[in-house]
């Protein structure tokens, strides 16, 4: 009986060429779709000039002294129903009364447009929006004002 020899093929330039595309296709192929992944999540800019922030960042830092001489404080953002409430207090923790309080309501992701949210007193130191909030996470721009005093706070929402 005559043994069979198996058949051998030969590695050709072919072959090279054809592993060398597949490589970069897939290289190719996972940049594209790893680019569409950051594209679609990406939320925008901190700020649209670095150079312009930049010089107004000392300005920003006597705001921050000043709002903390304040010693008004302000307690995490709460949901009640379709509205958000703040509680605010003085320095001595006595009931923040009488302040003008705005915001601006933010989409972490920017998936949403911002819009503005006003706030009006309901009990002693206790503010309640005045336009419903969706759900989801929200980033709070708040703005609270009383006579000639001002604080800026940021606040992340739930």
């Known amino acids: 009986m005559t043994e069979k020899k ?23 192929s996972v940049n ?14 901190v700020v649209d000039n670095s150079y312009v922030a930049s010089q ?4 920003w830092l006597e705001q921050a002294r000043d709002q903390q001489a ?3 404080t302000v ?4 949901r009640s129903g379709k509205g958000v ?13 009488g302040a ?5 309501a933010e989409h972490p992701v920017g998936r949403a447009e911002p819009f503005d949210v006003s706030f ?8 309640q929006s005045v336009e419903p909030l969706a759900a989801g996470r929200w980033k709070l721009k708040l703005v609270i004002s009383r006579a000639d005093k001002s604080m800026r706070v940021l606040q992340d929402f739930t």
Do not use: C
Not at 32 to 45: D, E, N, P, Q
Not at 87 to 94: F, I, M, Q, R
């Open 6 to 28: 198996p058949v051998v093929k030969k590695f050709t330039g072919y072959h090279a060429a054809m592993i060398i595309v597949a490589f970069f296709a897939v290289v190719v």
């Open 32 to 45: 594209m779709v790893m680019a569409r992944f950051a594209l679609s999540t990406f939320g925008g800019t």
């Open 56 to 59: 107004k960042y000392n300005q």
């Open 70 to 72: 304040y010693g008004w």
């Open 75 to 78: 307690s995490p953002a709460v």
């Open 85 to 97: 409430i703040l509680t605010l207090a003085e320095a001595d923790g006595a009931a923040l009364q």
């Open 100 to 104: 003008s309080v705005v915001a601006v």
């Open 120 to 127: 009006s007193e309901v009990r002693p130191g206790v503010y």
